[in-house]
């Protein structure tokens, strides 16, 4: 009985993975649909299958679970509430898995997660301000400062997304608003804004970019495609997204004065060779504060989970109170 071992869960609108992991990091992984019918109990229900079929065997070592996920979260209760990304809009996890499992089960939105990763396992480890930016189908953000980890009232804090990066703009965000970071660099807005931006854009030639555009078609990886092949209307679209994102990246570092700040999320890690540098250049330029170091997660796509892993070792004391 000498190993601890913790088990780690990043639930995802697509995939759910769970992990087990010790305090050097993540030993096994794996991969399922979250489920997208049944009750509020399905999605609890399928973990805990997961977690006896895989990893039953060493549940007797298992010390604790963390759970990063898609929000909003009602931290009070340690569920999911009214989340638009699932059909399954409100779901339990924290008290049937701890009836279940019998062990400690922890629960965060997966952006602050994230930032909780960042510290015990990326390169937040010497820092006591840290944040983490998301820049995936949405833009989502997590902070440290002065080392709590800040949840807000129910865990939902940080919507970094819905930063305003242009006043008068005319580009609309999923959630209504108009000029949110979200709306511009967002992967599931990118299709919407490059039709808005395509409409009033005068072309010298009518590139596949700009045609793809005019039809909502332009999804990311098509975007950054016709980037990479030169097409001049990606260009432009692209253009606008790296300015969005060094103005949200700015306003974001403005609020929480960071040590660090780490980038991850699908959109950014895959083109990062693009973004990375124009995006960081742009924001210093807006800053009030002194400039922090800025870099790509050493975490990749595992980030939340590394969180989820960090908060089952060692649950950040602001979640603590929810508990009591
Ligand atoms: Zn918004």
Known sequence: MANEYYLAIDIGATNTRIAIGSRNGIINKITYRTPREG?????????????????????????????GTIGPIDLRRGRVVNTPNLPIH????????MEWLKKPVYVLNDAVSGAWGEKF?????????????????????????NDHLLLGKMGNAHEIGHIVVK????????????GHWEAYAGGANIP???????????????TEAYR???????TPPKLFEYFRRNDLFAKYVVEEIIDASAAGLATTINLYDPEVVTI?????????????????????????????????????????????????????????????
Not at 167 to 178: A, E, L, T, V
Not at 192 to 206: D, M
Not at 264 to 292: C, F, M
């Open 39 to 67: 009750n509020e109990l399905s999605i609890p229900v399928k973990i805990y299958e997961e977690i006896k079929k895989n990893y039953g065997k060493y549940i007797d070592q298992i010390k604790a679970v963390g759970i």
């Open 90 to 97: 409100t779901f339990e996890l924290r008290d049937p898995l």
């Open 121 to 145: 396992f990326g390169l937040g480890r010497n820092y006591s301000n840290i944040v983490y930016i998301t820049m995936s189908t949405g833009i989502g953000g997590g902070a440290i400062v």
């Open 167 to 178: 006043y008068d703009s005319d580009i609309k965000c999923g959630c209504g608003g108009y």
């Open 192 to 206: 919407r804004t490059a039709r808005v931006l395509a409409e009033k854009y005068k072309p010298l030639i009518e």
């Open 212 to 218: 793809e555009a005019l039809r909502g078609e332009l």
């Open 264 to 324: 991850g999320g699908s959109i950014y890690l895959y083109n990062q060779d693009i973004l990375k540098e124009p995006i960081i250049r742009k924001a210093l330029k807006h800053l009030v504060t002194e400039p922090p170091i800025i870099d790509t997660t050493p975490l990749g796509g595992d980030i939340v989970l590394y969180g989820a892993l960090a908060t089952a070792i060692n649950p950040p004391e602001d979640l603590l109170r929810f508990y009591r």
